[in-house]
């Protein structure tokens, strides 16, 4: 998957995962029955998901949605190629922490839905986004941008410049 693919497909995925939270803010819980059966589905373990734990998250995740967005499109430069390489980094602590989840070194109460949902969902999710994060934070800043449909002119070597004939 080329950076920018892989970069917007990160930024996607945060987006969501902020629009999830913004919702869960209206005190909706779907798709568990209620709030504790989101909390344990989602955490492992019963938690508020009220709209002053949820509304922060929300900001957070929307706002590294949009940072990675803007560096996979060549803007913003070392503040948004550093909010690339934080997501890639949290990213990669929570599927290390799925990881721990999964071999039993994490508690993790085993008859929730969590359990299940960390293995098939959440850990590959974040592994695979760690990874994209990261290749997209290697990738400068360092192409211009054009309008759309106008091709960027590429700079000549400067022998092929020399070599040129001026009217």
Avoid at 7 to 23: I, R
Wanted: aromatic share 6%; net charge positive; glycine share 10%.
């Amino acid at each position: 998957m080329r950076n920018k693919h892989a970069g917007t497909a990160v930024a996607a995925l945060l987006a969501a995962d902020g629009l999830a939270h913004l919702y869960w803010a209206t005190g909706a819980t779907w798709p568990a029955a209620d709030e504790q059966a989101l909390s344990l589905a989602v955490l492992g373990i019963e938690t508020s998901f009220g709209p002053g734990t949820v509304l922060p998250l929300a900001a957070v995740l929307l706002t590294a949605a949009t940072g990675v967005l803007a560096h996979t499109r060549g803007r913003g430069g070392r503040a948004t190629r550093a909010v690339t390489a934080a997501v890639a980094a949290g990213l990669t602590v929570r599927g290390l922490a799925g990881l721990g989840w999964a071999a039993g070194l994490l508690p993790s109460p085993p008859d929730s839905p969590f359990r299940l949902l960390n293995l098939a969902l959440y850990t590959p999710l974040c592994l695979a986004a760690a990874w994209a994060a990261a290749r997209t934070a290697a990738r400068r800043n360092s192409h211009q941008t054009t309008f759309p449909g106008v091709r960027a002119s590429t700079p000549q070597s400067s022998a092929s410049a020399a070599t040129r004939v001026r009217p």
